[in-house]
Nanobody, 114 residues
């Protein structure tokens, strides 16, 4: 059974930082494409940062502020978020993708106050 367990969300003031973690189990980690998505109230889920084919990709509004990286030993994916702004407020979801199959975490809330 594939599981993605997220942690690290919370409440932070604008300008602050958070690091999200996602531990992946039940599937071979190395071949996976991984990423972080977010969904704000009333909006569609959007891609924030992904690692596809070994290359990181970022949504324009987070470039220079967020960094995605993975740890093959811990089978984990991280999202370091700096210089947070209120517009980053959303539920953040970890994603793993392999052979056309998508796996999702349960989501973790990030709230940024102005």
């Amino acid at each position: 059974q594939v599981q993605l367990v997220e942690s690290g969300g919370g409440f932070v003031q604008a300008g602050g930082s958070l690091r999200l973690s996602c531990v992946v189990s039940g599937i071979l980690f190395r071949p996976l494409d991984v990423g972080w998505y977010r969904q704000a109230p009333g909006k569609q889920r959007e891609s924030v940062a992904t690692i596809t084919g070994g290359r990181p990709n970022y949504e324009d509004s987070v470039k220079g502020r967020f960094t995605i990286f993975r740890d093959y030993v811990k089978t984990a994916v991280y999202l370091q978020m700096n210089s947070l702004i209120p517009e980053d407020t959303a539920v953040y979801y970890c994603n793993a993708r392999n052979n056309g199959a998508d796996y999702w975490g349960q989501g973790t809330q990030v709230t940024v106050s102005s």
